[in-house]
């Protein structure tokens, strides 16, 4: 099943998403309350990380 995280920090735990439009809404609501950068990751179990983007 894949899963997406966010991350503001790469030192800092991801914030784990069942779906791309949570982790797009919550990466949204970060980014704006905290005023950085967030970036957005695909978790899959067989393929591994994949970078999507950041807002």
Same mark, same amino acid.
């Given at each position: 099943?894949?899963?997406?995280? @966010?991350? *503001?920090?790469? *030192? *800092? =735990?991801? @914030?784990?998403? &069942?779906? =791309? &439009?949570? #982790?797009?809404?919550?990466?949204?609501?970060? #980014? &704006?309350?905290?005023?950085?950068?967030?970036?957005?990751?695909?978790?899959?179990?067989?393929?591994?990380?994949?970078? @999507?983007? &950041?807002?």
């Amino acid at each position: 099943m894949t899963t997406y995280e @966010i991350c *503001d920090d790469p *030192d *800092d =735990l991801p @914030i784990i998403c &069942a779906t =791309l &439009a949570e #982790a797009e809404r919550r990466g949204q609501r970060r #980014a &704006a309350r905290l005023g950085i950068e967030v970036l957005f990751y695909e978790m899959h179990p067989t393929r591994g990380e994949r970078f @999507i983007g &950041a807002i």
